[in-house]
């Protein structure tokens, strides 16, 4: 099946500060899509982006299909945007179940 | 909009017991709902997809006899986890999709703890 890697696994950051997450996968995707998970395990929707850029205020992503590749970017970090960030991947469109990244382990130290 | 709610939120019990699980779309409809396992500090793993008036598809190594999924209508999949033993104690998640869309849309999770 599709392999997901992110990475990095954990990062610990300032409050203010930018990050960058990475999703790598290992077969053409038809749907990819980010997520942040709360302390109570809630899957909050980032975005659904198999291919492109998007932008939802200070949150950002790229996904390069011909690369395997995308990109989560988080600007002026809140200690409110810590948690867990995963990548799953699809290759049916909705009609199939998702594959999970490990996630990226994020903290903001204010 | 695409909310998806589980029920119960947490749940105890005794080894040897069934425990049903509730997903349910409340502002769409979904031919496909999904459930996924998450141990604690691990990712979510599927577990099967739920196809609405039709027999659910298991992934491998999902045992279909332990947990059994029904998805009785366009907007309710129920996941039966029977005889649960302490390994079964997890992290439940449901998902669906609403028709002619493709982004899933996650429930709050069900947190089972078999004594």
């Known amino acids: 099946g599709i392999q997901v890697e992110q990475s990095p696994p954990d990062l610990i950051l300032q409050e203010g500060a930018n990050s960058t997450l990475r999703c790598n996968f290992s077969?053409?995707?038809?749907?990819l899509q980010w997520f942040h998970q709360n302390p109570w395990g809630q899957l909050i929707n980032l975005f659904y982006i198999p291919s492109g850029t998007k932008q939802n205020g200070r949150l950002s992503a790229t996904t390069v299909a011909t690369e395997r590749y995308s990109l989560l970017y988080i600007s002026s970090s809140q200690t409110t945007d810590s948690g867990v960030y995963f990548c799953a991947v699809g290759s049916g469109g909705g009609a199939d179940g998702l594959t999970f990244g490990k996630g990226t382990h994020l903290i903001i130290q204010p | 909009g695409a909310v998806v709610s589980q029920h119960p939120s947490r749940v105890i019990c005794k080894s040897g017991t069934s425990v049903k699980i509730e997903c349910r779309s409340l502002?769409?409809?979904?031919?496909?709902m999904f459930w996924y396992r998450q141990f604690p500090k691990q990712s979510l793993m599927l577990m099967a997809t739920s196809n609405e008036g039709s027999k659910a598809t298991y992934e491998q190594g999902v045992e279909k006899d332990k947990f059994l999924i029904n998805h009785a209508s366009l907007t309710l999949s129920t996941l039966t986890v029977t005889s649960a033993h302490p390994e079964d104690s997890s992290f439940y998640i449901c998902s669906a999709t609403p028709l002619a869309r493709e982004t899933q849309y996650f429930g709050p999770g069900t947190r089972l703890l078999v004594l």
């Open positions: 077969d053409s995707v038809n749907n």
């Open positions: 502002d769409f409809q979904a031919t496909t």
